[in-house]
Nanobody, 114 residues
Framework: QVQLVESGGGLVQPGGSLRLSCAAS????????MGWFRQAPGKERELVAH????????WYKDSVKGRFTVSRDNAKNMVYLQMNSLKFEDTAVYYC???????WGQGTQVTVSS
């Protein structure tokens, strides 16, 4: 079955960095565009970044451009989100997603606080 397991979240001060990881299994990972979504308390889940199946074709939400980098390792079935210069408003639960598959992982909490 499809599984997406996010990790790497935590508590970080403004301006800090975190690297999120997502381990995918149960589907042909190399064939799917992958994305990172986030959901802040009281807000809808939003797309933050995505990456094409071959590693190209990246896209970023305007508010994270220049600060976040999405990447993937198709040999390891992993997708990553490097987050730099974190801001208070980046606080949310972050989820990875395989476009076309109706499956969410448990997410990983990112809290930016001083």
């Amino acid at each position: 079955q499809v599984q997406l397991v996010e990790s790497g979240g935590g508590l970080v001060q403004p301006g800090g960095s975190l690297r999120l990881s997502c381990a995918a299994s149960g589907f042909d990972f190399n064939s799917y565009m992958m994305g990172w979504f986030r959901q802040a308390p009281g807000k809808e889940r939003e797309l933050v970044a995505h990456i094409g199946s071959g590693g190209g074709g990246t896209w970023y939400k305007d508010s994270v451009k220049g600060r976040f980098t999405v990447s993937r390792d198709n040999a390891k079935n992993m997708v990553y989100l490097q987050m730099n210069s974190l801001k208070f408003e980046d606080t949310a639960v972050y989820y990875c997603f395989a476009f076309g598959l109706p499956k969410w992982g448990q997410g990983t909490q990112v809290t930016v606080s001083s």
